[in-house]
């Protein structure tokens, strides 16, 4: 099945700072989510990007399919920011449809 | 607001005491899947589900049971919990299965077998 990559595993950052986040993959994907998992272990929808570049406020997402990477880049980062994001792509191979999530990377931003 | 919501939020409870976990959408969607989340294991998907009364098994469905009576809701059944089973769960859905869309996650339901 499809394997997913991310790095850095952890990240500090202070207030205010920029940084990328990347995400790579195993094979061909139709389907890339980012998402943020909160302190108290929410799992939120960031992006939904198969490819191109897609920008919600502070933040921003590039996928680029034929090279099997994402980044998502987080900008004046904040110390609500703080969490762990994960990516996650489909494992194809049937119905399933299961989402195989990386490792994350584990963001803390200093005030 | 379309979301996925799941009950109860956190859940403390005793070896072999049955429990449900409740999940339910307001998008029409087709597709809906429990979860869970454990440390250095990551997320894993335990039962899915394609339509109503379609249900299957997911990567790690040992002692879980689901079932999939109207297409909103997707309940998770713990018939004889045990401390193995302490973990985070999380309730997804979209709109086909198959991995070709976009889900969407549920806040999650911490559970405490002791």
């Known amino acids: 099945g499809i394997q997913v990559e991310q790095s850095p595993p952890d990240l500090i950052l202070q ?3 920029n940084s990328t986040l990347r995400c790579n993959f195993s094979d061909s994907v139709n ?3 980012w998402f943020h998992q909160n302190p108290w272990g929410q799992l ?11 920008q919600n406020g502070r933040l921003s997402a590039t996928t680029v399919a034929t090279e099997r990477y994402s980044l998502l880049y987080i900008s004046s980062s904040q110390t609500t920011d703080s969490g762990v994001y994960f990516c996650a792509a489909p494992n194809y191979g049937g119905s399933q ?6 490792k994350g990377t584990k963001l803390s931003v200093k005030p | 607001e379309a979301q996925v919501t799941q009950n109860p939020r956190y859940l ?3 070896t072999g005491k049955k429990l449900t976990v409740t999940c339910s959408q307001n998008m029409n969607h087709e597709y809906m899947s429990w979860y869970r ?10 039962y899915y589900s394609m339509n109503v009364e379609v249900t299957d ?6 002692g879980y049971k689901v079932s999939r009576k109207e297409k909103r809701n997707f309940p998770l059944i713990l018939e004889s919990p045990s401390p193995n089973q302490t973990s985070l ?3 997804a859905s979209s709109p086909r299965g198959q991995g070709l869309y976009e889900q969407y996650f549920g806040p999650g339901t911490r559970l405490t077998v002791t």
């Open chain 1, 31 to 33: 389907n890339l989510q």
């Open chain 2, 12 to 14: 403390i409870t005793v």
């Open chain 2, 37 to 46: 989340q454990d440390p250095g294991l990551g997320l894993r998907q335990i």
């Open chain 2, 89 to 91: 769960y999380f309730c």
């Open chain 1, 44 to 54: 939120i929808n960031l992006f939904y990007i198969p490819s191109g570049t897609k």
């Open chain 1, 97 to 102: 449809g299961n989402l195989i999530f990386g």
């Open chain 2, 57 to 62: 098994k997911g990567d790690v469905p040992e």
């Open chain 1, 15 to 17: 207030e205010g700072a």
